[in-house]
């Protein structure tokens, strides 16, 4: 099908670039390079010079040969997000789906990712290094709060299944939670934040406390807890939204102690928790299917990290990160209705009550060898192994007997281990070439279980396969302000246990295998239409062509896998973002295509282009920054057998934040959003429910 704009695409983008060069670029956030003027009211800069952190060695955004947005703080920030969803609203090629329900919620990048599915390792999640995942359907598949992260990061495409995994078609989302350091001035010993927010749509609220400590010297502690509660939400036509209200607690605990002659080495943990518990919630969270009624549901997050750092001062070739990892995610349900097909014919399809749970062991060591050939030539070298042992369950009490796992959804063991070097190679800060490679393995179990009539039944099957992820990138700088960057990847995906064991059956499996092919092109600009202002641009062309894709959906009666011989991804991204000392834009769009390369239909879970365009304005003598952000979404009708057409729609959002530096109010931050201005009534393509109508936001944030 290729990359058929419609004239309504090319007009959209052609005025949005037009107002992006005209008027400003991006917000910024934290890190401030050599060459940029100091940005709005914190001193940020764009997301294009934010440091990248997850793709080998650190490096700027712009010089990075692969898709990657990195959110700092205060991008987070000013997005008062209610859910980890909203988050992602600037980032091209990503898009939350499911539902509103903070329960509901899932990502899909690059229109990989779909809300039933064994996605799992199609889209890697970690947090602080650790891989989260959580698959029962009907439900989301992370559950989170912003307010603990300082740092997400975006990596678009299989290039970056080197590092994290094969199989990671989508790419890699990684969020990294606060630290102590981030509340603690040099000879503090004592530090933190207060914050409370308010949301009017929901009528839903943050109260939130960070305490951050050195009681001795190289040690540093930190605690935060947070609490967040909200109401249904409203549409734009006023109506309720259901299931959209949550109440959540979540807190994190971490502790570094830094040693050694040169204060080279540290130790380091964290344990991290968040729960909510609702009652009378639709059992069906993403709203794919109906009549399963109503189930009280307690969800738990935990994670947990014991870690060591050594940097080998004066060894170049030693520069060691270990740790090992324990994470948790459960869901309890009880007071499940029963579904009636007639008055004398009633049941509980998913038992009296019942607890899924993913539990999960990680262990990982990498290390990065430095290596100087010459003036011109600088190598740097990351090898690394890991592994993984989890175990889900999902037993279902039905009086009687308990039942374990289901058809759809067997209970199992999977262990996973591996290996990977990636290679980054420098000449004269002009050329950067990166190769790399990984090798995985994966052996799949399920012993015994508990069929629908209460027998037991002893299958007691292994699967076991290997995955390789080989890659190649590149970054040429051909002048100061033009860069062409391109890689060529291929990852291997290694079924999940719903796709071996679907249905009680073990299944003739094949690994998916994804091509993927990126290009771009960089431009940065200083001084270019007034002096101090900067431009920077990225803009990124891919194919992902995968074999054997995995397909699930629900065909009215039950839940079936279909494997599509030859799907294929393409399509386009562009990220921009221009500043004076004052004014300040940017501009961020996706079009992407989705095809059964066998039958030449639409894939599943293909998103609406789209683009946003955000401008601002800092008054520096009283550090406020105020703006505009306008979110243009077109209409889909390129959509699969089981999907419906949305319309296109327009979202303005405005937003202000002041900081004051003296006075009584010196150290705090006052933040006010309105979002949807004109209460649109809308739907987006890749959610199951309306989505929200306009809202005031308002938070309050103070360091002490």
């Known amino acids: 099908?290729?990359?058929?704009?419609?004239?309504?695409?090319?007009?959209?983008?052609?005025?949005?670039?037009?107002?992006?060069?005209?008027?400003?670029?991006?917000?910024?956030?934290?890190?401030?390079?050599?060459?940029?003027?100091?940005?709005?009211?914190?001193?940020?800069?764009?997301?294009?010079?934010?440091?990248?952190?997850?793709?080998?060695?650190?490096?700027?955004?712009?010089?990075?040969?692969?898709?990657?947005?990195?959110?700092?703080?205060?991008?987070?920030?000013?997005?008062?997000?209610?859910?980890?969803?909203?988050?992602?609203?600037?980032?091209?090629?990503?898009?939350?789906?499911?539902?509103?329900?903070?329960?509901?919620?899932?990502?899909?990048?690059?229109?990989?990712?779909?809300?039933?599915?064994?996605?799992?390792?199609?889209?890697?999640?970690?947090?602080?290094?650790?891989?989260?995942?959580?698959?029962?359907?009907?439900?989301?598949?992370?559950?989170s709060d912003p307010e603990l992260y300082k740092q997400v990061e975006v990596l678009r495409g299989p290039a970056s299944s080197t590092l994290f995994g094969s199989g990671a078609m989508g790419g890699v989302v990684t969020f990294t939670t606060k630290d102590a350091s981030d509340f603690l001035d040099p000879g503090d010993r004592l530090g933190g934040r207060v914050k409370t927010s308010w949301d009017s749509n929901g009528n839903g609220w943050l109260g939130s406390a960070i305490v951050a400590a050195e009681p001795v010297e190289n040690l540093e502690l930190l605690g935060a807890l947070n609490y967040r509660q909200s109401q249904d939400l409203t549409d734009g036509h006023g109506d309720k939204i259901d299931d959209t209200d949550f109440n959540s607690i979540n807190g994190l605990i971490k502790a570094r102690y830094t040693f050694g002659e040169n204060d080279d080495q540290s130790v380091f943990a964290s344990y991290q928790n968040w729960s909510s518990d609702e009652d009378n919630q639709t059992y069906d969270q993403i709203a794919w299917g109906t009549g399963f009624g109503d189930v009280d549901r307690t969800v738990t997050d935990q994670t947990a990290i014991l870690g060591y750092e050594n940097a080998f001062t004066g060894n170049d070739l030693l520069d060691v990160k270990a740790q090992v990892s324990w994470s948790d995610t459960r869901v309890k349900q009880k007071n499940q209705d029963q579904i009636c097909f007639s008055p004398t014919f009633c049941y509980y399809p998913f038992g009296l009550s019942s607890e899924y749970s993913y539990e999960t062991w990680q262990g990982k060591i990498d290390n990065v060898a430095t290596f100087q050939f010459s003036d011109s030539w600088m190598a740097y070298l990351t090898t690394g192994l890991d592994g993984q042992y989890q175990e889900r369950k999902n037993p279902r009490d039905f009086g009687t007997y308990v039942r374990s796992g289901s058809g759809s959804h067997p209970e199992g063991k999977t262990k996973t281990a591996g290996v990977y070097t990636q290679a980054e190679l420098i000449w004269n800060d002009r050329v950067t070439l990166i190769p790399g490679m990984r090798i995985d393995y994966s052996n799949v179990h399920v012993g015994s279980y508990v069929d629908g009539t209460g027998a037991t039944v002893n299958l007691n099957e292994d699967k076991t396969k290997f995955g390789y992820s080989p890659k190649f990138a590149a970054m040429v700088k051909m002048t100061d302000w033009l860069g062409v960057f391109g890689s060529v990847a291929h990852t291997e995906r290694l079924p999940s246990l719903d796709e071996v064991f679907s249905n009680y059956t073990v299944n003739a499996i094949e690994k998916e295998q994804s091509n993927n092919f990126e290009a771009g092109l960089t431009f940065s600009f200083d001084d270019l239409v007034v002096g101090g202002d900067s431009f920077r641009l990225k803009g990124t062309a891919f194919r992902n062509n995968i074999t054997n894709y995995y397909a699930s959906y629900w065909n009215g009666t039950t839940v079936v896998t279909e494997i599509i011989p030859k799907a294929r991804y393409e399509g386009l991204e562009l990220e921009a973002s221009y500043w004076t000392d004052s004014v300040y834009g940017s501009l961020g769009a996706s079009l992407i295509r989705g095809e059964n390369a066998n039958t030449g239909g639409y894939m599943n879970a293909v998103p609406a282009d789209n683009a946003f365009l955000k401008v601002g304005y800092v008054h520096r003598p009283w550090n406020l920054d105020f703006g505009w952000k306008g979110d243009f979404y077109a209409a889909q009708d390129r959509v699969g057998t089981d999907e419906n057409r949305t319309a296109g729609y327009v979202l303005h959002n405005l937003y202000a934040a002041w900081t004051p530096m003296e006075g009584h109010l010196a150290g705090s931050e006052v933040r006010f959003n309105i979002d949807n201005v004109f209460d649109k009534s809308y739907r987006h393509h890749l959610s199951n429910d309306e989505g929200a109508g306009r809202s005031f936001k308002l938070s309050f944030a103070r360091k002490f």
Request: aromatic share 6%; hydrophobic share 40%; no cysteine.
């Open 1 to 143: 099908m290729g990359l058929n704009k419609t004239f309504h695409s090319r007009l959209l983008g052609g005025v949005a670039l037009w107002g992006l060069v005209h008027t400003g670029g991006a917000a910024a956030q934290d890190l401030v390079p050599e060459t940029a003027v100091t940005l709005p009211v914190d001193g940020a800069t764009s997301m294009l010079q934010q440091i990248v952190v997850s793709a080998g060695v650190p490096k700027v955004a712009i010089d990075t040969p692969q898709a990657v947005t990195v959110l700092g703080q205060d991008a987070i920030d000013a997005q008062q997000p209610r859910t980890i969803g909203d988050i992602f609203s600037e980032v091209p090629g990503v898009t939350p789906i499911g539902s509103n329900s903070v329960l509901g919620e899932s990502i899909n990048i690059r229109g990989i990712g779909e809300a039933l599915s064994g996605d799992e390792t199609r889209i890697i999640i970690q947090v602080d290094g650790v891989n989260k995942f959580y698959e029962q359907y009907r439900m989301g598949s992370f559950f």
